[in-house]
């Protein structure tokens, strides 16, 4: 049986500009100016640099219709509130408290052949048919960034038939697969880590130690890469120091051949901070990257066709219809130019509480005197929404005296010394790193023994957060830090 009630429900939804603003935020320097090149190429009312008139002034105080409301008709528009003079509008007002690297906006790209076209570049020395030439090209193109091949033979001769109409056999692609794993680098075109690693060894010129380590890889696998040596040593009757001598040499093999090759397909990326923090006679000094603070202006082209607009006295159809295009553009012009004044408060808001918090570490650089600090921490001292400070946390780097730094490293949880202080995590991750780096290879501690020791330190923590912190670390357990 159907039934009609009334409901209350109290919804709060974000509008697109509000949206659009968090975007804006979250973007880092290069990833800005690329949202700033995209939108003066599609918004003609947007033009950047200064303005070439001194005599025309945009009333920037109007307000955004957010509605988003396109039924609003030419007659609708008070033309006045475009084409204000007598204000000075507040996107006009230049700051002082920007860095001053205008001149290097520069961004470098890599060049020369990708990773893929020097492997094939080198198959022109082998003879082989058409066909032939078409499935290595093809295994060519199934190697990762790291140089394998990941995907199982029988899985590339179903695309060889169904992309390239090529039957084969998999004894055939084996036999082409021999001929691919031939080229440079070393290792390039293994299916597995076992067989990249014995690619490399079985190209170097022949002796005892490697000869004993391919032995090794070749049927001790699981108990090398497991560290159970003395297994090893009783399976090959060996000494430990021969044992030793087949490790360095596979320690000596490059586990990931394709990253080695500098025309990778990948470009390096470039950190450009988008804070500079100084000392300045004994204080800090905050700036915000200049590339964070464009000169944006209305179009004065467009400022004319109101006019024009305003002053005809027969007004057409398609004059109204153009007078609406132009009334669109310069919403969006004048939002986006507030936004971005918006954002670069918002930056220079965040990071000037974050650098307050942690004045200690940069006045000093000293590690240990990262006090421990959260998302809230900041969010409840400049009053906004703790998503907000992740934007800018997790996306932004900040130039110390100390090289550059990713934001979101100054903050970490506390935890209580012996002492009854708070301290940082990252204090105790670093001394927990330290203990493990001066341990005896030969013997290495356990996350029991690792208990032990901070707590004798002061700072009484679990096994479990221990291997919590050494997982976050990267850090293996005790048996694969082994060494002979």
Known sequence: MLKQSLQYKLLQKLSPQQIQLMKLIQL?????????????????????????????????????????????????????????????????????????????????YASGTSFTQHLKSQMNTFRLTEDEEIITDFLIGSIDDSGYIRRDLIDILDDLAFTQNIFTTEAELERLLLSVQQLDPAGVGARSLKECLLIQLKRKNAKPSRLLAINILENSFEPFVKKHYKKILKKYHISEEQLKDAISEIEKLNPKPGGSYVGNNKIAEQIVPDFSIRIVEGELELTLNSRNAPELHISKEYNDLLHGYKDSKEKSKSQKDAVQFIKQKLDSAKWFIDAIKQRQQ???????????????????????????????????????????????????????????????????????????????????????????????????????????????????????????????????????????
């Open 28 to 108: 880092p320097t290069q990833a800005f100016e690329q949202k700033l090149k995209q939108e003066l190429e599609e918004n003609p009312a947007l033009e950047s640099g200064k303005e070439n008139s001194d005599d025309y002034e945009d009333n920037q105080n109007d307000e955004y219709d957010e509605s988003g409301n396109d039924n609003i008709t030419a007659d609708d528009i008070n033309i006045d509130e475009y084409l204000s003079d007598d204000e000075i509008p507040n996107y006009k007002t230049q700051a002082n408290n920007y860095s001053a690297d205008d001149d290097d906006k520069n961004i470098p």
């Open 346 to 484: 918002t930056l220079l808001l965040n990071m000037n509480a974050i650098m307050h918090h942690q004045k200690e570490y940069f006045l000093s650089g000293d590690e240990r005197k990262l006090k421990p600090m959260i998302l809230k921490d900041i969010a409840d001292k400049i009053n906004m929404d703790v998503s907000t400070v992740s934007r800018v946390a997790n996306s932004k780097y900040v130039a110390t005296p100390y090289g550059t730094k990713l934001i979101k490293e100054f903050f970490s949880e506390s935890m209580k010394n012996d002492q009854g202080e708070d301290v940082s995590t990252r204090e105790i991750k670093n001394i927990l790193a330290t203990v493990i780096k001066e341990e005896s290879k030969k013997k290495p501690l356990t996350d029991d023994k690792l208990s032990i020791i901070l707590k004798e330190k002061g700072y009484p923590i679990a096994r479990r957060t221990i291997a919590k912190y050494r997982e976050q670390l990267d850090i293996p357990v005790a048996r694969l830090r082994k060494k002979i």
